[in-house]
């Protein structure tokens, strides 16, 4: 981060006289792409330091809650879907006692509602599972609402921070591990750690179980860093893309080629929604599955 504030002045500089050279173009992208106790849009800059605290110290763990742009953004995110999902909500279920049919957008979410019922809890965790609907449905509504937000002018995305995405891999590796309790018990739960396969001969069984126990707690390691990782990496590998191209209109100043960089960002940006949306879908999906496959274990 102290890298990435030693060329916050410069950058600001270089936008500021519409030029750029081949060796900013990394501070560029790095400079959009990155948190900052700032927001930039239309031109302007507001810095969000006057929402800054003082860390908290742990030991020596040094934790800061400061307002950053990342945050802002995932907080204004999860009011939009409450203030947007839940008279929704409340109204479908008021049709649904009077047995009236939903019309526009809460026909669209009860729409939503009943595909990852159906197709992604009740295919991966089980019919007798509906229950993990809701928390399913939230994670892919709120990594859809920050792939999005990113999209727009403010340019603010939130899945491109590996902090986010890892406290929402971690969210969804402790509810894995939780319903593999609840579902197996202790003992079960245990076998998914301490696994034996059937038939081994007790003279081999320690021998096994030095091997099969960092295996599978490897396994279960990676799950959510696939997840973090898999988010995040399409998250920078797209807005780097498009921050790539569009610098090149600054650095070749063109007036031919300006109008031809446009069309292939808006190209790009086309197949940035399509990503943005397959990607909250595939995380809420692989929460399901690794929750249905720790259910169900061995």
């Given amino acids: 981060m102290s890298f990435f504030q030693g060329h916050q002045q410069e950058s600001h500089a270089t936008d500021a006289s519409h030029g750029l050279?081949?060796?900013?173009?990394?501070?560029?992208?790095?400079?959009?792409?990155?948190?900052?106790k700032e927001i930039e849009f239309l031109g302007g800059h507001w810095s969000l330091e006057s929402l800054?605290?003082?860390?908290?110290?742990?030991?020596?763990?040094?934790?800061?809650?400061?307002?950053?742009?990342?945050?802002?953004?995932?907080?204004?995110?999860?009011?939009?879907?409450?203030?947007?999902?839940?008279?929704t909500a409340r109204k479908l279920r008021a049709n649904s006692d009077s047995q009236k049919a939903p019309s526009g957008f809460g026909n669209v979410v009860e729409a939503l509602v009943l595909y990852f019922r159906n197709e992604v809890v009740r295919r991966n965790i089980g019919h007798d599972a509906d229950g993990y609907t809701p928390l399913i449905l939230t994670l892919f509504v709120f990594v859809l609402g920050m792939n999005l937000i990113g999209l727009t002018p403010l340019g603010i995305t939130?899945?491109?921070?590996?902090?986010?995405?890892?406290?929402?891999?971690?969210?969804?590796?402790?509810?894995?591990?939780?319903?593999?309790?609840?579902?197996l018990g202790i003992a079960g739960y245990a076998k998914t750690v301490f696994f034996l396969p059937p038939g081994v001969p007790r003279i081999m069984q320690p021998v096994i179980l030095l091997i099969m126990v960092p295996v599978e707690a490897i396994g279960k390691l990676t799950?959510?860093?696939?997840?973090?990782?898999?988010?995040?990496?399409?998250?920078?590998?797209?807005?780097?893309?498009?921050?790539?191209?569009?610098?090149?209109?600054?650095?070749?100043?063109?007036?031919i080629m300006g109008p031809l960089i446009v069309?292939?960002?808006?190209?790009?940006?086309?197949?940035?929604?399509f990503v943005a949306c397959l990607q909250a879908y595939i995380f809420a999906m692989l929460v399901s599955v690794f929750?249905?496959?720790?259910?169900h274990a061995h």
């Fill in 21 to 36: 050279t081949m060796e900013e173009l990394p501070y560029f992208i790095e400079h959009h792409i990155g948190d900052a």
């Fill in 52 to 87: 800054s605290f003082a860390p908290i110290q742990l030991g020596g763990l040094s934790i800061d809650f400061s307002m950053t742009r990342h945050l802002l953004v995932m907080l204004l995110v999860g009011l939009f879907l409450v203030l947007s999902l839940v008279p």
């Fill in 158 to 183: 939130p899945t491109a921070n590996v902090s986010v995405t890892a406290a929402l891999a971690i969210i969804g590796f402790i509810v894995v591990e939780i319903s593999g309790m609840r579902s």
């Fill in 223 to 255: 799950k959510p860093f696939a997840l973090a990782v898999r988010l995040v990496a399409n998250m920078v590998a797209g807005h780097s893309m498009v921050l790539a191209i569009m610098g090149m209109i600054l650095i070749l100043q063109s007036y």
């Fill in 263 to 273: 069309l292939a960002v808006g190209a790009i940006m086309i197949l940035e929604v």
């Fill in 291 to 295: 929750i249905g496959l720790i259910r």
